[in-house]
Nanobody, 121 residues
């Protein structure tokens, strides 16, 4: 079981990035996926979540209306489209896999390695 998060980088405020969470060794569609982020000195916090079969998607209040989570089953990948980025979005972003839909990071069994997102002018 392996998760590979990618797509981070340096972007100016107001810019966009698309993060990818690609899986190998298992089928992502059978699981709930969560995107979380962690800034230096802060606890890991939830960003966006999608249930197995895509019945439920949800967003933290601080990204709602700016971020969009989606899944491409043919590529076994979940995406996080991030628009209108703000400096406070700067963090390492992680994707996690859970057997059941949950917004708490402690429920997630497997994690990608994280990808750095820096929003700065």
């Amino acid at each position: 079981v392996q998760l590979q998060a990618s797509g981070g980088g340096l972007v100016q405020p107001g810019g966009s990035l698309r993060l990818s969470c690609a899986a190998s060794g298992f089928t992502l569609d059978y699981y709930a996926i969560g995107w979380f982020r962690q800034a230096p000195g802060k606890e890991r916090e939830g960003v966006s979540f999608i249930s197995s079969g895509d019945a439920i998607t949800d967003y933290a209040r601080y990204v709602k209306g700016r971020f969009n989570i989606s899944r491409d089953n043919a590529k076994n990948t979940v995406y996080l489209q991030m628009n209108s980025l703000k400096p406070e979005d700067t963090a390492v972003y992680y994707c996690g896999v859970s057997f059941a839909y949950d917004t708490n990071y402690r429920a997630y069994e497997y994690w990608g390695q994280g990808t750095q997102v820096t929003v700065s002018s």
